[in-house]
């Protein structure tokens, strides 16, 4: 893909090549699902959180919500982009964030060639696994 970059459009938070044949546009909801399953299939994140925190309660979003907790921005330099985690209760936060961070340029840079410039991770809750009550046996007589 990188033979396309000279003919990159410069319009405002859109992603086109000309390729010869025609155009290629990536829309922001495209990469911000390729962010979020790169996200999702980091360990220590439990899910994505929506990016607008309401009442200071972050919520676990659904598998097919996930894209709702990546915000993406572009501009002619390449792809700002912020994702709203949700990690596991006892993980090293900031090496969880920095394999999160690989992760998503990686697949960005590797699925459609785009030059990932910033990416930011905000962790907006912590899960703890919630814990099965022991079986309680009655007593026999």
């Known amino acids: 893909m990188r033979w396309i970059r000279d003919f990159i459009s410069k319009e405002k938070n ?45 919520e676990l979003l659904k598998l097919e919500e996930a894209n709702r907790g990546v915000k993406v921005e572009i501009d002619e330099d390449g792809i700002k982009i912020d994702l709203y985690i949700i ?10 964030a920095h394999n999160v961070m690989e992760r998503v340029k990686w697949s960005l840079e590797r699925t459609v060639g785009l030059n990932v410039k910033e990416i930011n991770v905000n962790v907006w809750g912590i899960r703890v696994k919630e814990e099965k009550e022991p079986i309680m046996w009655e007593e026999e007589i």
Do not use: C, H
């Open 14 to 58: 859109k992603q086109k090549y000309f390729t010869g044949l025609g155009w290629v546009e990536i829309s922001p909801t495209a990469i911000a699902t390729l962010a979020s399953v790169a996200t999702l299939q980091s360990y220590g994140v439990v899910g994505m959180a929506a990016s607008n925190i309401a009442d200071g309660i972050s």
């Open 87 to 96: 990690v596991a209760y006892g993980v090293r936060i900031p090496e969880v």
